[in-house]
């Protein structure tokens, strides 16, 4: 107050990084100016003591609020390193490997509308007579759907003797969710399985979005219709299965209610959007017609997306 150089001021700051070092909270400092104040002034602090005192209290409040701020700022910190783990966890462990077949056309697009994904695609491949897919999706987002989709894909993947009995390995599944998981969290799933040589696709679902048969000689879809109860209710839940023939040119579209749902556009018929362009476009390979869907149906949604995205397309 008496000698405001620069010396001075570079003092005040050196004192202020010191006070921060020592988590100092901002009432203590004013509390310490007002100390020195006194000291130095004796004569001016009648006058000076209602406002040092009315502005302690308001640094109490902000002070407060401060701490809580930093608090929040710490812990969301460490919420997006966890969240970048699990991502990078979830990329390494649930890696799809879409096999190649040269009687079938696979094509495949999962897209997450956040970084971790809560739809699942499993492909097995006996390298000889049988393809089995399994498209999963998870009541629920984030690292516990992503946990949980890992017990599905080891679950599948232990039942490889099993592979060709949808009934039995959706029975399995389910015991293995209702056992494992939070009873909040459900699973749905889409099982197939072909067999290669005999064209012959059996299927069986638990609470999935229906499959889509296109019959290329009567040029219709036709929809895979399936009862069975989600995953993880019920531990004694029995599923059935269905079998249909696969001909020349047909085709199967497996997909998760992130390509159905069209929350921005409820007067839209989804599933009449998507025959329709597979329709106009079946002679494009499975993968050409997959990455069109996400296209078309992301530009109808004015790129907006309200859930993840998955579609498996075979094609004889």
Same mark, same amino acid.
């Given at each position: 107050?008496?000698?405001?150089?620069?010396?001075?001021? !570079?003092?005040?700051?050196?004192?202020?990084?010191?006070?921060?070092?020592?988590?100092?909270?901002?009432?203590?400092?004013?509390?310490?100016?007002?100390? @020195?104040?006194?000291?130095?002034?004796?004569?001016?602090?009648?006058?000076?003591?209602? @406002?040092?005192?009315?502005?302690?209290?308001?640094?109490?409040?902000?002070?407060?609020?401060?701490?809580?701020?930093?608090?929040?700022?710490?812990?969301?910190? /460490? !919420?997006?390193?966890?969240?970048?783990?699990?991502?990078?966890?979830?990329?390494?462990?649930?890696?799809?490997?879409?096999?190649?077949? /040269?009687?079938?056309?696979?094509?495949?697009?999962?897209?997450?509308?956040?970084?971790?994904?809560?739809?699942?695609?499993?492909?097995?491949?006996?390298?000889?007579?049988?393809?089995?897919? @399994?498209?999963?999706?998870?009541?629920?987002?984030?690292?516990?759907?992503?946990?949980?989709?890992?017990?599905?894909? !080891?679950?599948?993947?232990?039942?490889?003797?099993?592979?060709?009995?949808?009934?039995?390995?959706?029975?399995?599944?389910?015991?293995?969710?209702?056992?494992?998981?939070?009873?909040?969290?459900?699973?749905?799933?889409?099982?197939?399985?072909?067999?290669?040589?005999?064209?012959?696709?059996?299927? @069986?679902?638990?609470?999935? /979005?229906?499959?889509?048969?296109?019959?290329?000689?009567?040029?219709?879809?036709?929809?895979?219709?399936?009862?069975?109860?989600?995953?993880?209710?019920?531990?004694?839940?029995?599923?059935?299965?269905?079998?249909?023939?696969?001909?020349?040119?047909?085709?199967?579209?497996?997909?998760?209610?992130?390509?159905?749902?069209?929350?921005?556009? /409820?007067?839209?018929?989804?599933?009449?959007?998507?025959?329709?362009?597979?329709?106009?476009?079946?002679?494009?390979?499975?993968?050409?017609?997959?990455?069109?869907?996400?296209?078309?149906?992301?530009?109808?949604?004015?790129?907006?997306?309200?859930?993840?995205?998955?579609?498996?397309?075979?094609?004889?």
């Amino acid at each position: 107050m008496v000698s405001q150089t620069e010396r001075n001021l !570079y003092i005040a700051q050196n004192f202020t990084r010191q006070l921060i070092q020592k988590n100092i909270s901002p009432e203590d400092v004013v509390s310490i100016h007002k100390n @020195a104040v006194e000291q130095i002034f004796p004569d001016q602090m009648s006058e000076s003591q209602p @406002a040092y005192d009315f502005l302690i209290e308001v640094m109490v409040h902000y002070g407060m609020a401060h701490r809580e701020h930093q608090s929040l700022l710490q812990k969301q910190a /460490e !919420y997006e390193m966890e969240m970048k783990i699990a991502t990078n966890i979830q990329k390494t462990l649930l890696k799809t490997y879409v096999p190649q077949l /040269e009687s079938i056309d696979i094509g495949m697009i999962s897209v997450p509308i956040r970084r971790m994904n809560g739809d699942y695609v499993h492909f097995f491949h006996d390298g000889e007579e049988y393809l089995s897919v @399994a498209v999963t999706d998870v009541v629920g987002k984030g690292v516990p759907a992503a946990l949980c989709m890992s017990m599905v894909k !080891y679950g599948l993947e232990t039942l490889g003797y099993a592979y060709k009995d949808p009934s039995y390995v959706l029975e399995v599944i389910n015991r293995v969710i209702e056992k494992g998981v939070d009873d909040s969290m459900f699973v749905s799933m889409f099982y197939g399985c072909l067999d290669v040589q005999h064209n012959i696709f059996s299927y @069986a679902s638990a609470g999935h /979005e229906p499959a889509l048969h296109y019959i290329a000689k009567d040029d219709r879809f036709y929809s895979l219709e399936a009862k069975g109860l989600l995953l993880g209710v019920l531990p004694e839940t029995k599923y059935s299965f269905h079998d249909i023939v696969l001909e020349d040119n047909d085709l199967i579209i497996m997909m998760t209610d992130g390509v159905t749902e069209f929350r921005a556009q /409820e007067d839209l018929n989804s599933r009449e959007v998507i025959t329709t362009l597979i329709k106009q476009n079946r002679h494009l390979t499975a993968q050409q017609l997959c990455q069109l869907l996400y296209k078309e149906i992301e530009k109808a949604q004015n790129f907006k997306l309200s859930d993840d995205f998955t579609v498996v397309i075979l094609k004889k």
